[in-house]
């Protein structure tokens, strides 16, 4: 006789997050488009059979997750928005915070979104493309004596470069997400690192390799240094027993 099966507790749902899902499935769907407006809220309480109260939180959720927008004192109903990272970002960070989702996690997909953009970038970027990668370079070596701040700034330059050079809008959105997730658990570990000067020396060192690899065109190089550098700027603050899936993207 086999044992029973164990079941999970049953979350209740609530009537607010019913409403969230039937209006984020009709965006997802294309019955919603951006620049749209739903109906007013009176409307919205009819048509959900629900109170003003329960509309009037998902109104808010909604807001709050960069699908629509509402104007104190306009007669129209909410407007539905275009999608952005902003959203997807804020959901990251919550899952980060809320220790769902790691670091270590975090960081293996930010080395893989980068290796494939750098691999891309060898490939189709356009020499005004690389002018702009140079000129993140020079602006990250003149930020060594800045601090952290500056050197991340131009970091972020040289990096935005080569995923526009990718020509992928997705890998765009998702590196942008999933970096400032990233800085946004550790940036304070890292500012105050007592080796941090090191650290940014030894980046710019990988970004230099990054660049004439992709200068080169050689896709496979670029992405080998961008993820040794990612690993040797990020694997100190990741705790020693998850390493073990930052050092499987390593070519060793």
């Given amino acids: 006789m086999t044992g029973q099966p164990a079941f999970e507790q049953v979350r209740p749902v609530r009537l607010y997050e019913r409403i969230v899902e039937q209006v984020e499935a009709a965006v997802a769907s294309g019955e919603l488009a951006p620049g749209q407006r739903l109906p007013s809220e009176r409307e919205l ?6 109170s003003r109260a329960t509309v009037r939180e998902a ?8 699908v629509v927008r509402s104007r104190p004192g306009d007669p129209h109903g909410p407007e539905i928005l275009p999608f952005s990272a902003r959203g997807l ?3 990251l960070r919550r899952l980060a915070r809320a220790e769902e989702l790691t670091l270590a996690q975090l960081l293996v997909s930010r080395m893989m979104l980068d290796a494939t953009a750098n691999r891309l970038a060898a490939v189709l970027r356009t020499d005004e493309q690389l002018t702009d990668m140079e000129a993140a370079i020079d602006r990250m070596r003149g930020a060594l004596g800045l601090g952290y701040d500056a050197f991340s700034e131009a970091d972020l330059a040289f ?12 890998i765009q959105v998702s590196n942008e997400v999933v970096r400032d997730t990233v800085l946004s658990v550790i940036s304070d570990k890292i500012t105050h690192a007592r080796n941090s000067k ?4 030894r980046s710019l060192e990988h970004h230099q390799q ?3 690899a992709i200068r080169a065109g050689d896709g496979p ?3 080998r240094a ?6 040797d700027y990020y694997a100190g603050y990741v705790p020693a027993s998850e390493r073990h899936a930052l050092r499987a993207l390593l070519d060793t």
């Fill in 226 to 231: 961008s993820v040794q550098s990612l690993y």
């Fill in 221 to 223: 190089a670029a992405a």
């Fill in 210 to 212: 990054v660049l004439e």
């Fill in 59 to 66: 109104l808010r959720v909604l807001e709050s997750n960069g």
């Fill in 198 to 201: 090191a650290l940014m020396r």
């Fill in 45 to 50: 309480v009819t048509q959900f059979g629900t």
């Fill in 89 to 91: 970002s804020k959901q």
């Fill in 159 to 170: 990096h935005e470069a080569v995923a526009v050079a990718s020509g992928n809008t997705m």
